[in-house]
């Protein structure tokens, strides 16, 4: 029993009837639903409700996960991989059964189309058709192959750049719909062009997939779109998306039979996400970082007020292009003076909105360089990721007496990431800004301490 089960959720042979999709999917909704609610209640003491789940927006829901901690978002969202793929698998079988396209299980990803998606596959009688006939996999004679690798690959490229450039500069916006339905999409339609004439295997089907993602890629960087170290972060992402996608898009190959033009429309999918996916405001991440100075806080705080120049970064991260903080100086004193910070990318303006001397040092950030120097062929290139998509908000320094005339001093930064899934990009982020802490921390600690020894 269990094994039909399994098959039935995970496999593409077994039939699915509006009875077994209606029951089928209830059932296991419930079961997400229960899992998620009992995560977010144990973390936040808040009721996650059925309206919480149900919003077709991600960025929305995420909203409803603040509070909980990091590790365990992305175990939820790993835990909401399995459901995603029974959805889309079953809703495939389902169109089929209705004698519908089997294309349509592609609109399982696009908010609140998802809802009438399966509100009509739920409805929708059975209809006879005559089944695409599953064909074990052959490898044809090289050539053929290529032609239809090539077309494969084509086809994918005519889904991702348009849909990128149109996500991130027309949209602005580096969405679910950027980072989710793009690679799935050119997965799905590369795998099932490669596939349309001549079943290939998994495996060669997985392969033209990667390339298609690689040179999609590689044309970004070509054309200044976007830089290296951006696309090579989003890989991680991209790869396993893309690879789901191509499983997809060749079951609909192999088992039914699809016109080229549905192929064509069902390219449609991804920019349709992005342009109805709304924008919500990204959550707020905090990095602390300390370190004890051998010194009176006194003392300390004459060099956080002002110091010397740092010397040439020798750290990794900013041996790579992440901006490295140079110097900073105050203009005025008390609430209301500004504070600047020179970076390796240009400068941050930071008003202050606190000043207890010897305590606590407080500014916001109103403006700031661009986080990075992308790597790219060009000199000059400034792909859209680099502005405001990362931004830090607040910052302080605050200053504790320790016993035997040392201090504690505690460097706080605020900051947003306005990337999906947040989850993701703030694991990078988090340590970009603790790299930034730790250069200045102790650039600090090593000049008191030697003020101390004069």
């Known amino acids: 029993m269990l094994a039909a089960r399994i098959r039935l959720w995970f496999g593409f042979d077994a039939p699915v009837d509006r009875r077994t999709y209606v029951l089928n999917g209830a059932g296991l909704m419930a079961c997400k639903y229960l899992m998620d609610a009992a995560v977010v209640g144990a973390f936040t003491g808040r009721l996650f409700t059925p309206l919480d789940y149900l919003n077709p927006v991600w960025t929305m829901r995420q909203q409803a996960l603040r509070g909980v901690p990091t590790w365990a978002v992305l175990a939820l969202a790993l835990w909401t991989l399995p459901f995603l793929w029974v959805g889309v698998g079953m809703s495939m079988r389902r169109a089929l059964d209705a004698g519908r396209s089997a294309w349509l299980a592609l609109l399982f990803f696009v908010p609140v189309v998802n809802y009438a998606l399966m509100a009509a596959l739920s409805l929708l009688p059975s209809r006879p058709r005559v089944p695409g006939p599953w064909r074990e996999p052959i490898i044809p004679v090289l050539d053929d192959r290529l032609k239809s690798g090539l077309l494969g690959v084509a086809a994918a490229l005519a889904v991702a750049i348009p849909t990128v450039l149109f996500s991130v500069y027309v949209k602005k916006s580096y969405s679910a719909g950027l980072f989710l339905g793009t690679p799935f999409t050119v997965g799905s339609v590369s795998a099932h062009v490669f596939n349309y004439r001549h079943p290939r ?233 603790a790299a930034i802490h730790g250069r200045v921390l102790r650039h600090l600690k090593a000049l008191v301490e030697e003020d101390e020894l004069r």
């Open 201 to 433: 295997t998994a495996g060669q089907t997985h392969e033209v997939v990667v390339i298609s993602l690689v040179l999609a890629a590689g044309v970004l960087l070509l054309f200044a779109a976007e830089g290296a170290f951006c696309l090579a972060l989003a890989f991680p992402l991209a790869i396993p998306v893309g690879i789901v996608g191509g499983v997809f898009g060749r079951a609909i190959a192999l088992r039914s039979v699809e016109p080229p033009g549905r192929t064509g429309m069902a390219a449609l999918v991804a920019p349709l996400l992005v342009l109805v996916e709304p924008h919500v405001a990204p959550a707020v991440h905090e990095v602390v970082t300390v370190v004890e100075v051998a010194a009176p806080s006194d003392v300390v705080w004459r060099r956080v007020v002002s110091f010397p120049d740092l010397p040439p970064p020798t750290e990794w991260v900013f041996r790579i292009g992440v901006a490295a903080p140079l110097r900073a100086h105050i203009v005025g004193t008390g609430a209301g003076a500004t504070r600047y910070c020179d970076f390796t990318t240009g400068s941050f303006i930071e008003p202050i909105t606190a000043w207890e001397a010897n305590r606590r040092l407080a500014f916001d950030i109103t403006a700031q360089a661009p986080p990075m120097r992308e790597w790219s062929p060009y000199r000059d290139v400034n792909p859209p990721h680099l502005d405001g998509y990362f931004r830090a908000t607040h910052g302080e320094f605050l200053l504790t007496a320790l016993p035997g005339g040392r201090t504690r001093l505690e460097g706080r930064t605020t900051y947003v990431v306005d990337m999906f899934p947040q989850s993701y990009w703030t694991l990078p982020a988090g340590r970009i800004v």
